[in-house]
Structure formats: structure tokens, C-alpha cells
């Protein structure tokens, strides 16, 4: 036996020492090809002629990432048999003519420390979860649908079926030729390297408009021009913050007689607008922009342009029809998208639309486009998103989510959701899991589409929203339910006004956040497990996770108890870190799970010590304010550190950031034998409307009693903020190029 053993040694050795092929990337075998994109993504293709397929797809959008050869070990080990290596991976593949298969190809990876086996089977058990396309008329918790990330460490996307984008446009690809397009993402137990090769294949989430991340009023009601206005006035006089306002169909007449309707009414498409309400839809847009606001209208498309429009005239002559003719809308046809945009949105955005909310609810009349594999809401997303790109500025989407691929028109808004505790519940989930598909920015209806009435809730879901992509209301056309925050009882209405304020003072964290996850894929709401994955409590808490890399949250999802509403959360603090209270500055050591009260006007929301997290004083317009005054707080680690955070900041609404034109700026602490260092460093990179100057305030928790602090070398005395509970160290104004360095 022990000869046996010997000899299968000896030769396993000899196969091992065949000589190294030359490399190529894709590797092409016959009618085989295999495209390695990433040290953990491969591309599986079989085409019956040999013939393959570089066009672009949907979700196949971005070809040019492949492995360097120089990263990639071929050998030949004899009989056809190849051996291929990433640093990541081990796949042994028999070239035997036929199409990948469980019996010619094996890919060896590392999970847990030991080698696991991945064949494109596809068999899952473990998936982690994933967006879902809506979540309309939903009163309780639902599956959800497929992410890239698995405990099993592996995923797979069959993209065979999928149409190809060629000059711009879909073309169907020929399946009886491309038998097989697999996408193979084996990772083990690296999510954040699978979340990559998502951006590397599909393309990374772009930089949004900043004021999409700001806050919203939106509801379904009949508001005229002065109605809009007096709205504004009253979140400001109220003393609450206010980015965007939403106008839903009510912005459009109403009389339209043919079409194929929604729900038993014709009126939900419209571009005309509804001068009863708005005389003069310029002057009143001219009015909200002068204080900072920007609009968006609801669009429903699907009846396309009716004989009832004031562009229908125009629109026909342009397409070479006769009055009277039906043209269905018709997203395969690009000269009708094009006359489409040239006559339905591009008059409302030069009289100061901003963006347009697609509010597409059409499956059932037109599931697919026309001719294709590719669904109708997944493409006219697309053709929105770059339509919306013109004059040099970002892309800006708000719709339904249309699966893999539409990561790359954000923002996502997840449709009209019954007002109750186990919606909430379920959307905190469903936003944390969201991103392991690619679904990073969910903007919901913050206390529920319908429904009862109930304060307590709306406050609660507001602490949600508040570490959302978006804080945004929204309510169906019933005069009972108005989320204007001060139309709450007093209790509530406090409690909301703290997290309005709390969300205006976090928007440079926020911002700098949107940016880590456009270079990173990293989501801005994501499940613990993508950073604390090697320890087994980071799966067990759907209803906890990070907001960025620096906030830890789990949100009140029940109703509470008593005159102040106290309720309470499971919080699990992942270890190796330590986490202060956001509200109270209570410190809590990593590694144990918690039962936490609050009242009302708090939730369980902690931050890592250690680290800079960087604010803005409160401002009533928090997406557009100017970064004058950096407010940073820092909470002691009770170890020595040395950690950086980036802050990030461009104009906010142009593509120049993909040009260069962009500013960071490191914010770096120290903290060795409890001398503590933080530096401001200075400000690398331009752009338009740049803030030259700012002043800075550093608020320190968790330290004992500081006796001494230097600002650039100067000693200041820190004051102590009774209310807050923190030592301030303020340092004037000074040029953004000039370094900061506080010690204490």
C-alpha cells in the first residue's frame, strides 16, 4: 500500500512539472472558451462554431477587465488535461469537445481555511440574499430574491439568454450558436472580492447626484403652486431640512380618453402640464430653486404620447406619422425613444425639472421589450439613466430595481409598501441585503404607502430612513396620511426633528461614503457579515447592519412601551472593535450581543472609536450647503490606533469627477501611550465652486479628563459640552492646502 501511495506521488510530481504554456486571456480550446476577469471570476462560454460573444450585455456591461497573463498559471498535465491558477484559484478542466460540465471541469478555492469544490452545477443552498424588484401591495416579510455573496462562497450568473447591446441598442444574440455563457464568482470567504467582480463584469454603481441622498417630500396628492411653496415653507419654519420635492400625477392633466390605462383609469401618463394647479410651471420652479430645492416628476410612460398632449403635434410630425395613428410606446424602438425624450421630458427639464421618477408598474401589459429577452423595466431604466446624462451631468435614476445590472442607474425606490411594524421590519433586512446583488441605494416610503395612521411608527421607520440612501417620505393619495413631520403630535414630532437633524449633520460622512462604495462596490447599507464574515454571530441579525465603515445600527422595529414609547433591539458589537453610543456615548466592548432600550427619540446606533467620523453643522438644506465649517467627532478606541478615513467632496452634480475634478482629504488619529495625534491632511484635487477655507470642531468622547491640547503646535484650552457630554477643540479658519495637526 505504502507503494502505492509512492508511486501515485511520483506521479502527481510528474504532472506538476510539465512545463508551464504560454498564456493567453480569454484561453480559447475549440469551441471552449474560458475569460478569467478576476482572481475569483471566470467566464464559462460554448459556442457550437467557435464563434464568441464581446458585445455587452445588460449585465455583462463592461469587457475590458481581464487578468493579466503575468497573473495567471497554465499548465498542460497531459490526456487534454489543463491546469489553470489565479491567486485565488485552482480549475482543472479536460478539454474533451464538449460544453463545461461537472465532468470536465473542477475549480478548487479556499473556504474556512480548507479547499472547497465549485462545478457549475448550480446548486444553492446558502445564498445570502438579494434585492427584490418591488415591494407593491406587500403587508408582511417576503423571499428574497438571489445576491452574489453565499456562505458556499461561490455564485453563479447564466447570461446565455441575455440580449447583447450593440451600437448602443438591443440586439438578440444567437442561441443556437452560444450555447453557454456562464459568469462564476468563487470567492470563499472574501465578500468583498466577489462584490468587486460585480463592478469589474457589470460595471461600478456610478457617483450619484448629491442631492438624491438628501431629503425628500413625496405624495400622491393634487398640489397647486402655492400648496408646493407653502410646503417648503413649512419644513422650514418647523425647523426641519428639505433637498427634494417630488411631484406626483398631479402635475399632469388628467383627461385623457384612449390607452390602455392602469387600473381601470387612463390618466396615469401624462406630459402636459395641469395649469388648473400650476399656471405657470416655470416661475413656480424658478421659486423652488431659489431656495435650494430641486423637483422631480412621476412618470408613467407606458400609454406613451396621446393625442391629448400639447407635444402630440410635434412628436407625430417628428416621426413621420399621421394625426390620428396609434403609436404604442415602444422602448425597442430607439427613434421613438429618442423622439419620445425629445417631446415627453426634455420641455419640462428646460423649464427646471431636475430628474424624473419612473414610476413603471406596467409588467402585466408589457413584461419584455419587444422582440427580446430583456424585460421592459430593466431597459427603460437604462434609456432614462442616459438620456438623463445629457450636458455634462450625472446619470440620476429613481425606479423600480430590474436585477442584475441596474446597480448602474441609482437610485432604486422600492415601491408602495403597507404602513406596519413588519414592513419596517422586513425593510431593514431588505436594505442591508439588498447590496450583496447590487442593489445599493433603496429610497422607500418612510412610513408606509397605506394604511392607518400611526406616529409612532413613522418616527421609527424616520430613525431607519435617517441611515438610508435617502431620507424620503411618501403616502398615498388619502388626506389621513401626510408624513410632513410636524403634523405628528409633539412627542413625535421632537422625536423626528432629531433624526432630520442628525441626517443634515451626517451628509460629508454620507457623501464620502457614496464614494468608497463607486470605487469599491462596497454597499453604504450592508450586512455585517461582508466585513465581519469570520465571525459566525455577523449572520445571525438581519435586522442589524453598517452604514459605511464607520456606523453600526440596528433600528427599533417594534412598537414600545410606556410614556416615552421604550422598545428594544438585539445589537451584536463584532469584536475587535469598540463601539460608542451615537445618542448617549455609552461604551460597549466588540464581541458581545446586547438587548438594547430606547425611548422614542433615540435607536440603537453606535460608532467605532477610533476614527474620525466627519459632519457638517446642521443646515436646512444639507446636499447643497458648503463644507465651511468640518465638525468631526472621535470617540476614544482605549488602545493605541492608527487609523484614516477619506473625505470626499465634488460639485455634487457633474460627470467632471470622472475627469479628475474631485477633492480628499485624509483625517488621520493616532493614539499611542495615550498621546493622541489628529491630522487634517491637506486637501488633494479641484473642482468647480471649491470651498477654499474652513474651520474645524473636533468633539472627543469617551477620553478622561484632558488636561492639554496643541493646536499646530499652539496650546488651547478644550471646552466641555455639558449637553453632549464630549471635550471641543475648535481651530479658525485656514486654507484647505494647509495640514491640521491636534494633539492632546
Not at 461537472?102 to 446558502?126: D, P, Q
Not at 398631479?250 to 390605462?261: K, L
Not at 424620503?472 to 426633528?497: F, G, I, Q, Y
Request: glycine share 8%; with cysteine.
Amino acid at each position: 500500500m505504502k507503494k502505492l501511495s509512492l508511486l501515485c506521488i511520483l506521479l502527481w510530481g510528474s504532472l506538476l512539472q510539465a512545463a508551464a504554456i504560454s498564456v493567453t486571456n480569454p484561453i480559447v480550446l475549440g469551441n471552449n472558451r474560458l475569460t478569467l476577469i478576476t482572481p475569483t471570476l471566470f467566464r464559462l462560454e460554448y459556442s457550437t462554431n467557435g464563434t464568441f460573444v464581446d458585445a455587452p450585455t445588460y449585465f455583462a456591461y463592461d469587457r475590458k477587465s481581464l487578468l493579466r497573463p503575468d497573473e495567471i498559471e497554465v499548465k498542460e498535465l497531459g490526456d487534454d488535461i489543463y491546469e489553470i491558477r489565479t491567486k485565488a484559484l485552482r480549475i482543472r478542466y479536460k478539454h474533451d469537445g464538449y460544453p463545461f460540465s461537472t465532468s470536465n471541469l473542477n475549480v478548487f478555492y479556499l473556504k474556512n481555511g480548507k479547499e472547497a469544490k465549485f462545478t457549475n452545477r448550480f446548486i444553492l443552498r446558502n445564498n445570502l440574499g438579494g434585492p427584490v424588484e418591488t415591494l407593491d401591495r406587500v403587508t408582511h416579510e417576503i423571499p428574497m430574491n438571489d445576491g452574489i455573496l453565499s456562505k458556499d462562497g461561490w455564485y453563479m450568473i447564466d447570461d446565455a439568454r441575455s440580449d447583447l447591446i450593440v451600437n448602443g441598442w438591443l440586439r438578440p444574440r444567437d442561441t443556437k450558436i452560444h450555447l453557454q455563457d456562464q459568469y462564476c464568482f468563487v470567492y470563499g470567504n472574501d465578500y468583498k472580492a466577489a462584490l468587486r467582480s460585480l463592478g469589474a463584469i457589470s460595471g461600478r454603481v456610478p457617483m450619484t447626484r448629491k442631492y438624491i441622498h438628501g431629503v425628500w417630500y413625496c405624495r400622491y396628492w393634487d398640489y397647486t403652486s402655492d400648496e408646493f411653496l407653502d410646503i417648503i415653507r413649512g419644513y422650514d419654519k418647523h425647523d426641519f431640512p428639505l433637498d427634494n420635492l417630488v411631484f406626483d400625477m398631479g402635475w399632469h392633466t388628467n383627461d385623457a380618453t384612449t390607452g390602455a390605462g392602469h387600473n381601470g383609469l387612463r390618466n396615469w401618463t401624462g406630459y402636459t402640464w395641469n395649469r388648473k394647479l400650476i399656471p405657470d410651471p416655470r416661475a413656480l420652479l424658478d421659486a423652488i430653486h431659489r431656495q435650494h430645492v430641486y423637483v422631480a416628476l412621476n412618470d408613467h410612460p407606458h400609454d406613451g404620447i396621446r393625442s391629448h398632449e400639447e407635444c402630440y403635434g410635434p412628436f407625430m410630425r417628428a416621426m413621420g406619422a399621421k394625426p390620428g395613428d396609434n403609436l404604442l410606446f415602444n422602448p425597442a424602438d430607439s427613434v421613438y425613444m429618442r423622439r419620445f425624450f425629445e417631446f415627453a421630458h426634455h420641455p419640462s427639464e428646460r423649464v427646471g425639472v431636475d430628474f424624473w421618477w419612473l414610476d413603471w408598474q406596467q409588467n402585466y401589459l408589457y413584461p419584455y421589450v419587444r422582440g427580446t429577452n430583456t424585460t421592459t423595466l430593466a431597459w427603460i431604466n437604462e434609456l432614462y439613466y442616459r438620456d438623463s446624462e445629457r450636458n455634462g451631468l450625472r446619470g440620476c435614476g429613481y425606479s423600480r430595481w430590474a436585477g442584475w445590472g441596474d446597480h448602474r442607474h441609482p437610485i432604486q425606490f422600492s415601491g408602495d409598501a403597507q404602513a406596519n411594524w413588519d414592513i419596517l421590519a422586513f425593510e431593514v433586512k431588505l436594505t442591508a441585503g439588498s447590496g450583496n446583488g447590487g442593489c445599493y441605494y433603496w429610497a422607500h416610503d418612510i412610513g408606509g404607502f397605506r394604511g392607518q395612521p400611526n406616529p409612532e411608527l413613522t418616527t421609527r421607520w424616520t430613525q431607519f430612513g435617517a441611515l438610508s440612501a435617502a431620507l424620503r417620505v411618501h403616502s398615498t393619495k388619502d388626506p389621513k396620511l401626510d408624513r410632513r413631520p410636524w403634523l405628528a403630535d409633539e412627542a413625535n414630532t421632537n422625536a423626528m426633528r432629531r433624526m432630520y437633524h442628525m441626517r443634515s449633520r451626517l451628509m460629508p460622512y454620507i457623501y464620502s461614503c457614496v464614494w468608497q462604495t463607486h470605487n469599491t462596490m462596497l454597499p453604504l447599507n450592508r450586512s455585517l457579515f461582508i466585513d465581519y464574515g469570520a465571525q459566525k454571530e455577523s449572520f445571525e441579525n438581519a435586522q442589524e447592519f453598517t452604514f459605511g465603515d464607520l456606523i453600526l445600527a440596528a433600528p427599533i422595529t417594534s412598537p414600545g412601551m410606556g410614556a416615552d414609547k421604550r422598545a428594544t433591539q438585539t445589537v451584536w458589537f463584532p469584536k475587535g472593535e469598540t463601539w460608542y453610543d451615537y445618542f448617549t456615548a455609552e461604551r460597549f466592548e466588540g464581541g458581545q450581543t446586547r438587548r438594547i432600550e430606547k425611548p422614542l427619540d433615540e435607536f440603537p446606533m453606535y460608532v467605532r472609536g477610533g476614527w474620525l467620523l466627519p459632519m457638517q453643522p446642521y443646515t436646512n438644506r444639507p446636499a447643497s450647503a458648503r463644507l465651511d465649517t468640518l465638525v468631526m467627532r472621535l470617540y476614544s478606541p482605549g488602545h493605541d490606533a492608527d487609523n484614516s478615513f477619506t473625505l470626499y467632496e465634488d460639485d455634487g452634480l457633474t460627470l467632471d469627477y470622472t475627469k479628475g475634478h474631485y477633492a480628499t482629504t485624509q483625517l488621520q488619529y493616532t493614539a499611542k501611550n495615550a498621546h493622541s495625534i489628529v491630522k487634517i491632511h491637506p486637501t488633494k484635487g479641484e473642482y468647480k465652486e471649491q470651498t477654499t477655507q474652513r474651520a474645524y470642531r473636533l468633539r472627543l468622547f469617551g477620553f478622561d479628563k484632558i488636561k492639554q491640547v496643541k493646536v499646530n503646535g499652539r496650546s488651547v484650552k478644550p471646552n466641555y459640552d455639558t449637553t453632549l457630554k464630549c471635550y471641543v477643540v475648535n481651530a479658525d479658519r485656514q486654507s484647505i492646502r494647509q495640514g491640521l495637526k491636534i494633539e492632546f
